[in-house]
Structure formats: C-alpha cells, structure tokens
C-alpha cells in the first residue's frame, strides 16, 4: 500500500538546522530559526515561568482534561491581553476564546471552521506570508489568493495592498498580519489600520487576524492597536493568538483561536461550532502552556515580572536592529540596510537575494532562508562586527 508514495524534501528550515549544527565554522551565525535569543546565543526560560512552574508543581492536583475549550481560566486571561481591560466586545460578552496547540493550532481551527461554515468562501493571504498558511488553508478545502505587500525595493506596498483588498469578492476571508507578525518584519500603521478597517466594512470582508508576536514591537497595548480596532468596530473578527512567543514556552505549543460576533447569542452558537472543530482535530489542547500563563496573569507579582522580563526581550531585538545598520554604515551599506531598523519584531526581510543568502551560507557560515529573511534576535554585539563584514563582501 506505501510503495507509490514518494519523498517529498524537508522542511527548509529544519534543513537549515541540520546544516548549522554540521557546519566547523568557529563564527558561525544562526539568523533562520524562529525563536528569542539571547545575548548567548540561547533560548532562556523566563524567570515568571519557572516560577508559575513551580507553583504548578506543587498545587496541581490532576491530570484530567481540561476539554474541547480548554482550561476556562486561561481563556479569562488571554482575552483582556489581546482585546483590552476595558474592551466593549468582552462586556458585552461578544467574544469567545479556544485554547489550541499554539498559534499553528489555532489557525489550523479557523481553517475547518470557515471551511465547514462558510463553504465556497475564498481566503486570501499576504504575499510573502508564512509558508504555513499556505499548507494549512489550502488542505482545509479553502481557495487561497494574495494580495501584494511588499514591493521589488523590499518596502512595504500600502498602495497594491489596498487596491488589492478593494477588490476581493465580497464576503471572503483576509487574513491580517498583527504588529511583528508579517515575515517581513514591515507593519502597518495607525492611519493604514483604519484605511484597512475601512475597506473590511465597505467589502464586508471577514477578517482573519494572526497574532502572535504581542510585545515585540512597542508593547503590548501599542502592539493590540490594529486587532482591538477591528474588533471594536466590526461585527465579526477571528483572531488567532500565540502565547509561546511572548512567553518563550514555544515547546508547550499554547495558543487560542477568539472569535468576535455581534452579540452574545451569536457568539455561543460559534462557539458551539469550534467545539466540534477542536474536537475533531485533537480532542482537548495540552494543558500545561496554559496553567502557565493563567498562573502568571492571574498573579499580580508574576505578571509585572513577565512584563518587565518581555520589555528587556523588546528592547534588545530593537536595539540590535539600530546596531545592524551602523555596523555596516563603515562598509557604505547603512543606508542600503536601513529597513532593518524601521521593522519591527523578531523578523527582517533583509534585502539580501538568494545568491547573498548561499554566499553567506557557504563561504561564511551564515545561516537563514533563501528570501533573505533573517531573525534578528540572532544577531549579537559579538557577531555584528562579522556580520557586517560579510554582507559587505557578498554586495561587491
């Protein structure tokens, strides 16, 4: 039965990590994993954690499941981060929130929710976006588009994009990336979020809103602004939120799909439906990434730790960015460079073309994707200098 089934290649980002753990170079940088770094090169346990670990240690009491929703508590905390304190969608009780394996999880919820209740609908996406949304959507049953969002010059494309979602059949799903979260590392603005907003209701889109990158950009209200304002001002809204970024438990997968109605009615018969969406993929969502950060933003002391240890994570991968672009000013670069430092988040559509990116991979032991994407929380003031230096000898 398995003799017509074929190799298909790796995961090229797996490939990669193969690739660099094989390499001898003693200078050897990793910029194409996607995960917080330190000033060590590692990927540390928050201190907030260990501790609401340890309180979980010794207070836990079962083991049972925690069911299709998740644990209730996790959902109470998640909501007024992503939404707001004062949010009028949560006093009126419009929104619902799943717990899912990670932000992939919740995606992969949203995917067969549209696809089983809003059949014939398309979806479109960003172009570039994440490889994932392509696979996950597409083997949901959905028809997938893009809309343009950054142009040949490596900018971002406000003027194709909003020419693009101004012609969307009305009633299809457009998937908005949140603050930090496009793998560019390009973000819309203020103004452009209520441009935006303003095409979604004159289209009558569906919004679909990946979140997952909270507290990377300016902060954690400043980072909400797009996601609350179309949520406060739209009728229905999907948001899919990750907490393994901001929380560093990227191995505990914890995510949650929310799900903005018109009212309280509607909302339950969604949620009703996701249910069955969550039941049919994996039962109940692990528990443990949740009791995490339930544990923390139930804790008063927890929460300002988390806050502040975030704030430091922020601060360094913004500071970096600064850094990159003066590192190269010497070499004539900076302004040829100077994106780097106007994105925001842990990502960067660097410039570089795939023949820099197999220069720097070969001759330099350099690691990141073929579309020059790199994340710069792999950069370091010790490895900034050879950086430099190397992006400098693949421009001449």
Known sequence: MFEHIERVPGDAILG???????????????????????ANGNTPIMRAVKEAEARLLNNET???YIGSHGAPAYGEAVLPIVLGENSSVLSQKRASATQSPGGT?????????????MPGKGIWVSDPTWPNHHGIFTS???????YPYVDPD???????????????????????????????????????????????KERKLLPLV?????????GLEEDAYGVRLLAENLDEVIITSSCSKNFGIYCERTGALILVAKDEEQMENVRSQVA??????YSNPPAHGGAIVSEILHDPELCQMWREELTEMRDRINTLRRDFVEALRPYGLADKYACVAEQR?????????????????????IYMVRSGRANVAGFSQENLPYLAKAIAAVNE
């Open 62 to 64: 079962t083991k049972t």
């Open 276 to 281: 069955i969406v969550a039941r049919e993929n």
């Open 210 to 218: 990946d979140f997952a990158y909270q507290g990377f950009g300016e």
């Open 16 to 38: 990669l990590i193969d690739a660099f753990k094989k390499d001898t170079n003693p200078q050897k940088v990793d910029l194409g994993v996607g995960v917080y770094r330190d």
């Open 105 to 117: 999880g919740a995606l992969r919820l949203a995917a067969d929710f549209i696809a089983g209740q």
């Open 140 to 146: 949901a049953g959905i028809e997938l588009h893009k």
């Open 154 to 200: 490596n900018r971002l494309d406000f003027e194709g994009m909003v020419s693009a979602l101004k012609k969307i059949p009305e009633g299809d799903v457009v998937v908005l990336h949140a603050c930090c979260h496009n793998p560019t590392g390009f973000d819309l603005s203020q103004a452009q979020w209520q441009e935006v907003l303003e095409i979604v």
């Open 345 to 365: 988040g842990m990502f960067s559509y660097t410039g570089l073309t795939p023949e820099q990116v197999d220069r720097l991979r070969d001759e330099f032991g």
